[in-house]
């Protein structure tokens, strides 16, 4: 009732409102991630280095952001992430991650 008498037409919040979350669940991290496999990865990279992208962006270091809109991983995330895989003994791995995460980002 206050929405109507401030002049704001609940219902069409209320539809907004539900496009916003029909739009972020498209466009989550996973969703991203298999898009850009199906779309980038599988048409123009080699099978092992499309086993090192679907490692980075499907494995278990980016599994917490899978549900995720892609727009709220932040820098933060990533540097995490990274740092999570360098603290296993991996420096390389973590540098090549950081370099298909900028990919995937870009």
Known sequence: ???AEAGQDPRQ?????RL????????TFGTCALE???K????????S???EYRRILTGPDTND????PISQ?????VLDVLDAIDRRGSPGAAKRALVYLRKFFN
């Open 65 to 68: 952001w899978r549900g995720r």
């Open 1 to 3: 009732m206050g929405l």
């Open 40 to 47: 980038h990865a599988a048409r123009r990279l080699r099978l």
């Open 73 to 77: 991983i932040t820098k933060r995330d």
């Open 20 to 27: 916003r979350q029909e739009e972020e669940r498209r466009n």
């Open 49 to 51: 280095t499309r086993r």
């Open 13 to 17: 919040m209320r539809t907004e409102a």
């Open 36 to 38: 850009f496999m199906e």
